[in-house]
């Protein structure tokens, strides 16, 4: 699985940015998707993530009520909605794969994307 991330910029604290993430492969539709950021200085950290069907989802405390994930298997793509964005949330977001797995420990995605930066101004 080859993943592509994209939708990333810059926006004004409180704006909102969707994030896409296209994967390449015949078995996305197995896989659980997470989003990943990575802040200047700082490691890796778990932002939200679905299982297969998109019927699940799991998010990091200081997200909650503001993303939001999606994903449409027919399209292999899965989103990362973001609304009331706040200066912390700038980072480098990345997408990533996991085949039968949902949850939030980076070593159990097999598959990772690019990064796409999101910068929040205050």
């Known amino acids: 699985v080859q993943l592509q991330a994209s939708g990333g910029g810059l926006v004004q604290a409180g704006g909102s940015l969707r994030l896409s993430c296209a994967a390449s492969?015949?078995?996305?539709?197995?896989?659980?998707m997470g989003w990943f950021r990575q802040a200047p200085g700082k490691e890796r950290e778990f932002v939200i993530a679905?299982?297969?069907?998109?019927?699940?989802?799991y998010y990091t405390d200081s997200v909650k009520g503001r993303f939001t994930i999606s994903r449409d298997n027919a399209k292999k793509t899965v989103y990362l909605q973001m609304n009331n964005l706040k200066p912390e949330d700038t980072a480098v977001y990345y997408c990533?794969?996991?085949?039968?797995?949902?949850?939030?420990?980076?070593?159990?995605?097999?598959?990772w994307g690019q990064g796409t930066q999101v910068t929040v101004s205050s």
């Open positions: 679905t299982n297969w069907s998109g019927t699940m989802a």
């Open positions: 492969g015949r078995t996305f539709s197995s896989y659980g």
């Open positions: 990533a794969a996991a085949p039968r797995y949902s949850g939030s420990a980076p070593r159990a995605y097999e598959y």
